[in-house]
């Protein structure tokens, strides 16, 4: 252990601890922007300078010693801050008012912190263009501070590599390599590095637009569905603590805006688990099968296999996601069903994730004969429309979503935390192949945010072996297992985000593992509260069956849920 003083306080530390790390663990709080603990630790900001011994240091990259004596809080920590920031600021945009991280932002957060009135300084501007070209990112090089965070939750969580330094001096730029567009390298679209960015330099395109204008348009019968995270988080950007279950209000803030038809991704996620169920039960009975079977409902996830894993392709369920699914329903089955003309319907979907907007946009994504999905909105999208829009969120009374594709049970819900699609699926699957009730349908082994879950289900004597895995780095270490041909599962989750869908790219801000642990439980009491908490007892997806697609597999549903993705 190392004996060190901290602002006269006199504290121990296991060797190694850095000064930040010293300082926390003594409830001293020292400013960062470019830190983030055992992600990026590079001391490329200095905003967290304390003086050690008398010299001034980056407490995030410098080690404590024997007898150090630091101060966090003098006239000249105070300055050098101050001035580290200023001249990040004279170079910065000063589009404040217009940000999309206006109010959100890190850099404006520590300049208000530190007393920052004016800059003294006139530092030079750059105007590079916005890459525009992803469908669901977009970079703003001119905001980017050089923090470097985006590029290491890229590398070192979602193992993409994708985002790195770009020339030197001050035309560097944090960009794909030779400053290719987004869209034309191995991008995933998850939108982690939105995240990551302390700033407004990378931000999910926008579609709001889109969107209000079809509410506007009398010709169009706007429908709209809500997918299974959006729900305990949305509430954080109306003050509601993390977690906090607001599934009524936001059905209630959506009819408000204009849809006609408010609708619950759940609904298919239900419809998922029944139809991925069964494949899983004909991949298991059938010897020439490719196993592991793994999940195919997050975006990211898909484009990840695509660019790196090509070969392990035929792994994956041919089940298209929940939003895919709905998408393909709700321009056949719901037009059929309540008798409107399909071309009216503008289909609009709530999701948690900015690859939705990419996943929408696919060319697999057409089976009604329309584009099945017409627009994307994350939940700090929907958000933002709903303060637009001056609904009082918080007041809202509780209602109810439209029949029939609103109803859902609990395991649809679970889709939106890591774990929960097996869970969801173990439920089914255990039912429709021993006919028995499960004993404790809560499969608390795949809960909870270790990267990589395991568990074993006993299907009447046949053991069959699960896996979890959240974050692409984790999906990396399964997929190396498979191609050395060492995972010895039947079926895996995979989610491209840390958390599952609770910490997509397009939730609030922030959002870390206290407040992904948080949204999680908030789903788990949504599915312990539901009457019904297996997918295939969702009497609106048994009608959907009896009315239209008739069997699970069948041909209706080959057409419409099932597709095929290519390298
Ligand atoms: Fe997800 Fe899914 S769980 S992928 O995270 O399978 O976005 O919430 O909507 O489609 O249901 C996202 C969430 C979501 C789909 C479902």
Redesign the pocket.
């Known amino acids: 252990m190392i004996n060190l003083t901290i602002d006269g306080q006199q504290i121990q530390v296991k060797a190694g601890t850095t000064v930040l790390e010293a300082a926390r663990s003594a409830g001293i709080k020292i400013p960062t922007l470019c830190y983030m603990k055992e992600i990026n630790e590079i001391g490329a900001c200095r905003v967290c300078v304390v003086e050690a011994n008398g010299r001034m240091v980056a407490s995030c990259v410098t080690p404590v010693t024997e007898g150090m004596e630091i101060k966090t809080n003098t006239p000249a920590v105070r300055e050098a801050r101050k001035t580290v920031v200023e001249l990040m600021i004279s170079d910065h945009p000063m589009e404040c008012l217009t940000c999309e991280r206006n109010g959100k932002c890190e850099l404006q957060t520590l300049a208000e912190n530190l007393g920052i009135r004016e800059i003294p300084y006139e530092g030079a501007r750059r105007d590079l263009p916005k890459d525009t070209s992803s469908p669901s990112i977009v970079r703003d090089p001119n905001k980017c501070i050089l923090c470097r965070k985006c590029e290491a939750v890229c590398a070192k969580i979602q193992e993409a590599h994708v985002l790195g330094g770009q020339n030197r001096g001050f035309n560097t730029i944090v960009a794909p390599a030779f400053s290719l567009p987004l869209n034309d390298v191995a991008c995933t679209m998850c939108g982690q590095c939105i995240h990551a960015c302390p700033v407004g330099a990378i931000y999910e395109k926008d579609d709001t637009a889109k969107v209000w204008e079809a509410l506007g348009d009398p010709e169009k019968h706007v429908v709209v569905?809500i997918?299974?995270?959006?729900r305990v988080a949305i509430g954080e950007e109306f003050g509601l603590e993390p977690g906090t279950l607001v599934t009524g209000k936001v059905y209630a803030a959506l009819r408000r805006l204009g849809f006609d038809k408010v609708f619950d991704?759940?609904f298919?996620?239900d419809l998922?688990i029944v139809e991925e169920g069964h494949e899983l039960i004909e991949r298991l009975n059938d010897p020439d099968a490719t196993l592991p079977m793994i999940?195919s409902?997050?975006?990211g996830w898909i484009k990840y296999i695509e660019h790196f894993y090509p070969e392990l392709i035929p792994h994956l369920s041919t089940c298209?996601?929940?939003?895919?699914?709905?998408g393909a329903l709700v321009k056949t089955y719901y037009p059929e069903k309540v008798g409107i003309d399909p071309a009216r319907i503008f289909s609009v979907?709530i999701?948690?994730?900015t690859?939705?907007k990419f996943?929408a946009q696919r060319p697999e994504m057409n089976s009604s004969g329309y584009q099945d999905v017409d627009a994307v909105l994350t939940t700090r999208e929907l958000a933002r429309m709903i303060k637009e829009a001056g609904i009082d969120f918080v007041n809202l009374p509780d209602e109810e979503a439209d029949a029939p594709m609103g109803i859902y049970t609990g395991a649809?819900t679970l889709?939106?935390t890591t774990g929960?699609?097996m869970e969801a699926a173990v439920r089914t699957a255990y039912e429709v192949v021993t006919g028995e009730q499960m004993p404790d349908i809560e499969l608390k082994a795949v809960r909870g945010l270790t990267g990589i879950k395991e568990a074993e289900v006993d299907f009447n004597g046949k053991k069959i072996k699960v896996a979890v895995a959240h974050g692409l780095g984790n999906a990396r270490k399964l997929m190396d297992l498979i191609a050395k041909g060492e995972a010895d599962y039947h079926f895996i989750e995979i989610?491209a985000?840390p958390g599952?869908?609770?910490g997509?790219g397009?939730q609030p801000f922030p959002t870390n593992d206290e407040i992904r642990a948080a949204r999680a439980r908030g789903l788990y009491e949504d599915d312990k509260n539901k009457p019904l908490r297996k997918s295939h007892e969702n009497p609106a997806v048994q009608e959907l069956y009896k009315e239209f697609l008739k069997k699970p597999l069948g041909h209706k549903s080959h057409e419409l849920l099932h597709t095929h993705y290519t390298r």
């Open positions: 569905q997918a299974p995270a959006v991704t759940n298919t996620a998922t999940t409902c997050s975006p298209k996601s929940p939003q895919q699914m709905f979907s999701m948690p994730c690859a939705k996943e649809g889709f939106g929960g699609v989610m985000c599952g869908c609770i997509g397009g």
